[in-house]
């Protein structure tokens, strides 16, 4: 199942109104990070600017962990005030960031259909939920990581090539 623009009705890509706000969040050690990264290296490549802000919990391992970006046209300096995009991998304590990424209507919340509904906290903001198999999609694929098949749908959704 894909992701495509028009079945989310999402904000326009980096440079047709200025910037493009995503938050990648998880357990720590899902990826996120590495997904968070790579999204920030390919969005370099291809002639974007942007910067990335990575927070987590105190745990190691299996605690919370998000990579904050934004992605431009033109220089930035900071994140915006809010994000258009999150793509959980699963909630987990997720809700733990819900002061660091704050969403409106035109957001677009992104989780698995298997880990249950997105919290309330998230949902508050009448942003638009979409549900995929992301990690019966991942498992599908030998040697596919849930990190990676998240690096695709932000990288297609915010029209980065990859």
Do not use: C
């Given at each position: 199942?894909?992701?495509?623009?028009?079945?989310t009705?999402?904000?326009?890509?980096?440079?047709?109104?200025?910037?493009?706000?995503?938050?990648?969040?998880?357990s720590?050690?899902?990826?996120?990070?590495?997904?968070?990264?790579?999204?920030?290296?390919a969005?370099?490549?291809?002639?974007?600017?942007g910067?990335?802000?990575?927070?987590?919990?105190?745990q190691?391992?299996?605690g919370?962990?998000?990579?904050?970006?934004?992605?431009?046209?033109?220089?930035?300096?900071?994140?915006?005030?809010?994000?258009?995009l999150?793509?959980?991998?699963?909630?987990?304590?997720?809700?733990?960031?819900a002061?660091?990424?704050?969403?409106?209507?035109s957001?677009?919340v992104?989780?698995d259909?298997?880990?249950?509904?997105?919290?309330?906290?998230?949902?508050?903001?009448g942003?638009?939920?979409?549900?995929?198999?992301?990690?019966?999609?991942?498992?599908?694929?030998?040697?596919?990581?849930?990190?990676?098949?998240?690096?695709?749908?932000?990288?297609?959704?915010?029209?980065?090539?990859?």
């Amino acid at each position: 199942m894909a992701l495509h623009r028009s079945d989310t009705e999402v904000p326009a890509p980096p440079g047709a109104h200025g910037s493009l706000s995503i938050a990648i969040a998880g357990s720590g050690g899902s990826g996120v990070m590495t997904a968070g990264t790579m999204l920030l290296d390919a969005a370099a490549r291809a002639g974007l600017y942007g910067l990335m802000v990575r927070t987590s919990g105190p745990q190691i391992r299996g605690g919370e962990a998000a990579a904050l970006l934004r992605l431009a046209a033109s220089p930035v300096q900071s994140l915006d005030d809010t994000f258009d995009l999150l793509l959980a991998l699963d909630w987990g304590n997720v809700n733990r960031f819900a002061d660091e990424i704050p969403l409106t209507r035109s957001s677009v919340v992104v989780g698995d259909v298997d880990e249950g509904v997105a919290p309330a906290v998230f949902t508050a903001s009448g942003a638009r939920v979409v549900t995929l198999p992301l990690k019966k999609t991942a498992k599908a694929h030998p040697g596919s990581w849930i990190n990676m098949l998240a690096l695709g749908i932000t990288g297609g959704w915010a029209g980065v090539p990859l």
